[in-house]
C-alpha cells in the first residue's frame, strides 16, 4: 500500500511513436547481461526481460496496419483499475486485493514488493527455480534460464559488472534497471540531493529513437509520467484482471486500445472500477 | 557386540539424529545452492573506475558514448554503447546496432587476429606476421604494374566520401587501375539528380520543421538516412490529442512506416515516381502550386516549367495514371491538394525497401513535385547542405589510361559494384587478376551476392581487409585484420538526406585485438612500400594523421576526436543557388542533355542506347519508365521486394546476436527458418498455405523460406526480410535464415548507371521442407 513518504515508478510507453526497432529491448540486454542461445526461434527458451509484440488490426489490403507494445515487466501491485479516461494509479488498501502475481506464489522470496519504490525486485540467487511465478504472471514478462548462457569467447569482457550474469536453473527478468536506481542513490547520497527525475531513466528509455518511452514517479507531479497517465488515450494491459501495472501505453488509434483490452464502455469501466475491477 | 534387530535401530535412530543436530544437513545444502549456482563458466565480470567517451558509429551515423571500466586485472573495457545526447542527429537515441556493436567487438570467435594465408585447395589459414602479409600485395600489385596491367587490379570498399574510401581511391589511381567501386548508396542517386536539375549535388530533406511528409517507397522509419534521427523527427511530428504532422506513405506493402502514417496509400511496385508525377498534375491542373516560383525560377523556357507541362498535359492522363499505380483517383486528389496547402510540406525520396539507391527518374520526379510546392531552401522543405569542410588527401592523380570495367557506355562515370563484377567475368574487356575487398563484406551484401562469389572465386589473388571472419574474408587469400570502429580511427560523412551536414569520427577507446590494424593505416603502409607514385600520393604515416588533415578547416584536431563530431549549425535557409547552366531550376536538364550529346552525338540514340525508353525529349525530363521486374516474363510471375529492418541489418555490419534474438517468428521461425510473406488471396492461387516450405525462385538465383500469410502484403508480390543468412559470424548468427541478395537480380538504372534490385520477378513454388 502507496503512503505518501514513497514513490512509485512507472513507465508510459507510447505506441503511436514505436516503430518496433528493437532498440529498446538490445538497449535491455546489454544493461543486464542478457545472454543469447544458439537457437533464439524458440521463443519458450528465449529469455527477453523487454519482448516488443507486433499485432495487426486484422483489416484486409489495403487497410491493414500494424502496431508494437515493448512489454518489459509490469511491476504490478493490484489495485484499482484506472477507468479509461482517468487512468490513475491507486494501490488497493486491502492486502488480499493488493497482491503481486508472482510475489504472492514465490515459496523462496525470491521476488518481493518493495513498498518504497513500487518495484517488483528479483534475486536470481535466492531463486530455487520452481517456476510458480513464471506460470503466475498474467505478462509473460518472466523468464527461466533453461541452459547456461553459452557466453562466444571473448564476449564476458563486454559485460557490465553492475548486473550479475545469470546461472542456469533461475528466474528472471525486468527489474526496471535496479542497479541504476542503486547508482543514482549512492550518487544522492553523497550529492547531499534526492534522486531528480532524469537521474534514475532505465536503459529502454534512454536507448528509444523515437522517445516513445517515459519513466518516472507516477504519484509525483513534477514528474512527466504522472501527467501522462491522466491523459485519456493513456491504457493498460488486461486492466480487468486488476493487477494494476505501473506500464501504461498510449495510443490513439482505437484498435490499438481495443487489442488492449481496454474496451469496456466508459459506464462499464467505472463499474468495474468501483467493484475493484474483478469482473 | 551382536547385530540384532534393537541395535539396528538404535544406530539408525542414533544416526538420524546425530546427522540433524550436526551441520551436516544445512552445510550440504548450502554447498548444493553454492555448487548449482557458482558455475565457473557463469561470468564474473570485473568492477573498475567509470568513464564515458564520445563516438560515432560510421555504419549508422549514430553520436554514441561508450562505457568504459578500467578494471585492474582486465585493463580498459567498454560494457556498454549507449547515445551521445549532444549528437545535433542521433540526440541520445540509439539502434540495435549500435547498443549491441559489443557483440561483435569482443567475439574472438568470429574476429581476425593476424593475418591469414589462405591454401585455395586445401583451405587451410597459415599465419603471416604484417611484414610478410603486406609484401605479398605489395610484391602482387608491383608486379601487375610492371607488366602495365595495373587496371587488372580492383579494390571495393565501403563508404568512398570516409577517409579510408578516399585513401583507396587514391591508391588504386596512383598505382593505374580505375577500378575502384563502393557500396551503392542513394546518396549517389540523389548527387546525380540534384546535380541534373538544380546543380547541387547535396540535398537533404528537412524532416524535423516539416508538418505534411509524403515519403515515396522509401523505409522512412526502417532505415533510411540516420535513422535515429529520422526517428526524432518522427517523434517531434505525433501528438496529443492531435499529431503535429501528417506522414503519407507511398509503397506497396503494409510496413512499419505505412502503419505508423497518418495514410497509408498502398500502389503497384515501382509506381511511386509515377505517384509523385501524379501529383505533380493534379497540382498545375488544380492551380494549387506555387506561382511564386514562376518568376522566381525565370521559368518560362521550354528547360521550365512549360515544357514539363507540356509533357504532363500529353503523357500523363489523371485517372489513368492513378489505375496504372492502383491508387484511387479521389484519394490521391485530396492527399496532394491537402499536400499543396499545407504551410511545410515535403516529398520524400530515399533508399528503396530492398535497400537499393533508388532509381534516378524517381528522385528527379519527387524533386520535381518538391519544386511545384515551393519548398526549395525553406523550413520543412529540400535545403541544400553545407559542403563538409573537408581538405582533399592531396593533388590530383593521373587518370588511369584503360576504361573502367563499370563503365561501358555511360556518358559519365559513376559507381557500380555489380557491372565491374559482370564485367570481370565475362573478361570484357578485360578479367581481373587481383581484388582487394575492403570492408563492407561484398560477398555477403552482393547486391547480388551470387556474382560476387563468383568475382572472388574466380579472381586468382583476393585479399580481404575486415575485422571479421565473414563471407568475403572466407572467400579470400589473404585476410587482413582491420580494427572495429571501437578500437580504431575512421570517420564518416553526411547521411542520406539530412537537413544539415554531418561528419563523425571514430577514435581508438579500448585496445585492439592482437595484431589489428586501422584499415587506412593498412592502405597506407602498403602504399609505402609500392614506393614511387604510389607513396607519393599518400604521404601519411597513419591513417589520423591523414584524416588530421583532411579535418583541418574543422579546428583543433584532438578536440574534434574527443567531441566525435563535427556540424552544420543549422539547415541552409533561404533562396537556394542553381548551379545550372542556366542558373535556374531546370526541370527539363541541360545538363544531362549536353552529357547526352557530348562529342557530337545524336541524344537521342545515345538516351536509347542506354535503356531509356522514352527517347531524348522524355530522357531530360523526370518521367517514368516500367520497373525492369514486370517484363521477366511468364516464368517468374511474382514480384519480389525486401523487407527492410533496423533489427536485421543497418549499413555494412552483419547482425548482432541481440538484434538474431529480437527477431520475432514472422522473419524467422523455429528453427531458424526465414519467412516469407505474401497475401493470402496470391498464396490461395498459387495453392499454398501458411507454413509452406516454398522455393523463391529469380533468374538470378533462390532461396527457400516458410510461407506466411500477411493480408498487409500487395497481391502478386512476395516479401523478403533483408540481411539474414550469415554463413559466418558465429553459432550465434550464422545460418540463421537465407541471403535476400543470393536472390535478387540486379539491373542498372538506365540513366544513373546505378546498380537497382528494388524489385526483382521470382517464381515461388511448394518444396519439401
Known sequence: MWRKNQVRYGMVIDVDKCTGCGACAVACMSENNVGVLPDETDKIRSITWLRVYQIDNGKPFPDTEVAFFPRPCMHCQGGTSGAPGQAFFQEDTDPQEAHTPCVSVCPAIATDYDDATGIVSQIPTRCIGCRYCVAACPYHARYFNWYDVPWPQGTPRGLSPFVSPRMRGV????????????????????????VGEMDYQTACTEACPSGAITFGQLQNPAHKVHKLIQS???????????????????????????????????????????????K | MDWDRRTFVKFAVGAVIGI?????????????????????????????AVAYAHTVNPHTGTGAKAKL????????????????????????GVLPADASALQLLYNSEIRV????????????????????????????????????????????????????????????????????????????TMALAGLFMM???????DLANANYIVSFGTPLLDGFGAPVAVRKAFAGWRGYPKNQARLVQIEP?????????????????????????????????????DRAIESAYGWNDADGLPGFKSYLLKNLDRAKTASLAGISLPKLVKMTLAFAKADRAVAVCGPGNSGD???????????????????????????????????????????????????????????????????ALAGKPYGLKTLILCGGNFVFNGPQANVMHDLARKTPFVVAITPYMDESAGMADLVLPSTHWLEGWGDSTTPFGSAVSCYGLHRPLVKSVDEAKDGGDILLALAQRLGGPVAAALPFKNLGEAMAKRTQAMGDFKKLAEASYWAQKRPAYGAMRFNTPSGRLELSSRVLRNLLSKGGRDADKTARALGVKAGAQTAFLPHWEEPAAYAEGAAYPLVMQAVPSLRTTWGDEAVTPYMVKILPDTVLANTDKLVVEMHPATAQQLHLQEGDAVLVESSAGSLTAKLTLYAGAAPGMVFVPLGLGHKDFGFQVAGKGMNFNRAVKVTSDPMSGMPIWELTGVSVKKVRG
Not at chain 2, 568512398?160 to 551503392?184: D, E, H, W, Y
Request: aromatic fraction near 6%; hydrophobic fraction near 40%.
Open chain 1, 232 to 278: 485519456e488515450f493513456a491504457f493498460r494491459l488486461l486492466e480487468k484482471l486488476g493487477t494494476n501495472p505501473k506500464v501504461y501505453y498510449m495510443s490513439k488509434r482505437k484498435w490499438v486500445r481495443m487489442m488492449a483490452d481496454n474496451h469496456l464502455s466508459q459506464a462499464k469501466a467505472t463499474q468495474a472500477a468501483a467493484s475493484g475491477g474483478h
Open chain 2, 253 to 289: 506493402r503494409a510496413s512499419v512506416t505505412a502503419s505508423q502514417a497518418d495514410q497509408w496509400l498502398a500502389c503497384k511496385p515501382g509506381s511511386e515516381g509515377l505517384v509523385a508525377l501524379a501529383m505533380c498534375r493534379i497540382m498545375i491542373d488544380e492551380g494549387v502550386y
Open chain 2, 20 to 48: 540433524h543436530a550436526s551441520p551436516l544437513i544445512p552445510k550440504f545444502m548450502d554447498d548444493t545452492a553454492i555448487w548449482t549456482q557458482n558455475w565457473n563458466w557463469v561470468p564474473v565480470p570485473e568492477d573498475g
Open chain 2, 113 to 188: 587476429t593476424k593475418p591469414l594465408l589462405r591454401n585455395r585447395s586445401t583451405g587451410v589459414m597459415t599465419q603471416l606476421s604484417w611484414p610478410q602479409a603486406l609484401d605479398l600485395v605489395a610484391g602482387n600489385l608491383a608486379n601487375l604494374a610492371k607488366n602495365g596491367q595495373a587496371h587488372m587490379a580492383a579494390a571495393l570498399g565501403a563508404d568512398p566520401s570516409s577517409t579510408t574510401g578516399q585513401i583507396l581511391m587514391r591508391l588504386m589511381q596512383a598505382l593505374g587501375s580505375p577500378n575502384v567501386a563502393f557500396t551503392p548508396t542513394p546518396r549517389e
Open chain 2, 357 to 423: 539507391p533508388g532509381r534516378l527518374y524517381d528522385f528527379m520526379s519527387v524533386l520535381a513535385l518538391n519544386a511545384l510546392k515551393g519548398n526549395l531552401g525553406k523550413p520543412g522543405g529540400v535545403v541544400a547542405q553545407q559542403p563538409l569542410p573537408l581538405k582533399s588527401l592531396g593533388g590530383a592523380l593521373p587518370e588511369a589510361k584503360p576504361p573502367a570495367l563499370a563503365m561501358a557506355g555511360r556518358p559519365f562515370g559513376v559507381n557500380n559494384v555489380h557491372e565491374l563484377a559482370q564485367a
Open chain 2, 199 to 205: 546543380g547541387q549535388p547535396f540535398l537533404g530533406f
Open chain 1, 171 to 194: 528466474v528472471e527478468k525486468c527489474t526496471f534497471c535496479y542497479a541504476r536506481l542503486q547508482r543514482a542513490k549512492n550518487k544522492a547520497f553523497v550529492g547531499g540531493g534526492k
Open chain 2, 69 to 92: 571500466i578500467d578494471g585492474r586485472v582486465e585493463g580498459l573495457r567498454a560494457i556498454r554503447v549507449e547515445g551521445n545526447p549532444n549528437h545535433p542527429l542521433s540526440q541520445g
